[in-house]
């Protein structure tokens, strides 16, 4: 009886036996897949390009972890099994507060996967979405964070190729964390890149693509994720990518030789220093924006820490009163706080089995 059944799985979830999302696949007559390796999987997190990722539980250890599994449907195209295993590698050459730690790479038969570091919150494609363009300091703090993250990438040689808001997640603490570095390139092997062994297309996403990178993704240097880093901050002061409309086409040629409409004509109150670093990390020719992450990261610090001190206690950077508790959740630049004891399920009920 469907109703009984409904029930049962109900019962089971309010006892915390099993998850929603187990329910939901159980009710489907779908049993398999729950387990992989030591872990529990929990429930589905995302989807991308080419894996998905799901919350899972170690079964000793009770850690949450993120798990990112390769779909045996690509197992047939020898890249992508090859570029999921050099993102794993990349990650696990990284130790920075804010970039998303890997911490095993396994597979149990054909089913390969990835155990990273779970991050408890949202990326910032889909804070923008839920609240709208952020508030001025919240953004030169975020940008920063990952600009130090970038910079730490960039000094073990790896170049990120695919920055973005949806490859940026903010923990409850307010500490960014960059994640999916499936399109990294090894600037010290460029010559070996599987992107060029596989003649792999992928050159990262239309709405935030360096200029440089569409014409040769293979030889780009650090600068290129500084044009993303750019193009990201414009999307969270703003609300929209650089170049909204039109077809891939259309706003890869807009990226290639216009600049975006100005940042004060659609937010008049953004500060026009704030703009100015924005608009310098945009532009056309890589040789016109900073230099380094780490210059744009302290640019972005020296900013926010005179801002602060001219914004009246209680009054945001967009005029607006801030509510009790806004300061302490916008965290500050390289401030860690990915306690496993705090950590909440914000697992999405929608996804695939792994099977």
Avoid at 24 to 33: D, I, S
Avoid at 77 to 100: G, M, T
Avoid at 173 to 186: N, W, Y
Wanted: contains cysteine; charged residues 25%; proline residues 4%.
């Amino acid at each position: 009886d469907v109703y009984k059944r409904q029930d049962l799985a109900k019962a089971l979830e309010k006892q915390k036996v099993v998850t929603r999302w187990h329910c939901e696949k159980l009710l489907q007559g779908k049993y398999k897949g729950f387990f992989l390796g030591k872990h529990k999987l929990l429930g589905h997190i995302g989807s991308g390009g080419m894996s998905s990722v799901y919350l899972a539980k170690h079964l000793k250890m009770g850690d949450l972890r993120a798990i990112k599994v390769l779909p045996q449907s690509k197992l047939g195209k020898s890249s992508y099994l090859a570029r999921f295993q050099q993102e794993a590698k990349a990650i696990a050459s990284l130790n920075h507060p804010n970039v998303v730690r890997a911490h095993d790479i396994d597979n149990q038969g054909d089913t390969h996967y990835i155990v990273m570091e779970y991050v408890d919150g949202d990326d910032l494609q889909t804070i923008v979405k839920k609240k709208g363009p952020l508030p001025f300091e919240q953004v030169a703090n975020y940008i920063a964070q990952a600009a130090h993250g970038l910079q730490h990438a960039h000094e073990v040689g790896l170049i990120h190729r695919d920055v973005k808001p949806a490859n940026i997640l903010v923990n409850s603490a307010g500490q960014v964390k960059i994640l999916d570095l499936g399109l990294a390139l090894v600037s010290a092997e460029a010559e070996a890149s599987l992107t060029i062994d596989f003649n792999d297309k992928v050159l990262g996403t239309a709405d935030y693509l360096a200029p440089e990178q569409a014409l040769n993704s293979h030889k780009v240097d650090k600068r290129a994720d500084l044009y993303g880093l750019g193009c990201t901050m414009y999307f969270l002061l703003t609300g929209h990518p650089p170049f909204p409309d039109g077809t891939i086409a259309q706003r890869i040629a807009q990226h290639q030789r216009e600049m975006p409409k100005e940042i004060r004509k659609i937010r008049a109150k953004c500060p026009g220093e704030l703009e100015g670093i924005c608009w310098k990390l945009m532009q056309k020719e890589a040789k016109f924006r900073y230099a380094t992450a780490k210059q744009s990261a302290e640019v972005l610090e020296a900013w926010l820490a005179k801002h602060r001190v001219e914004i009246p206690v209680g009054v945001s950077a967009d005029g607006s009163s801030l509510r009790l508790g806004d300061e302490r959740s916008q965290g500050s630049p390289g401030r860690s706080g990915n306690d496993s004891n705090n950590l909440v399920d914000t697992v999405s009920n929608r996804g695939d089995d792994t099977d």
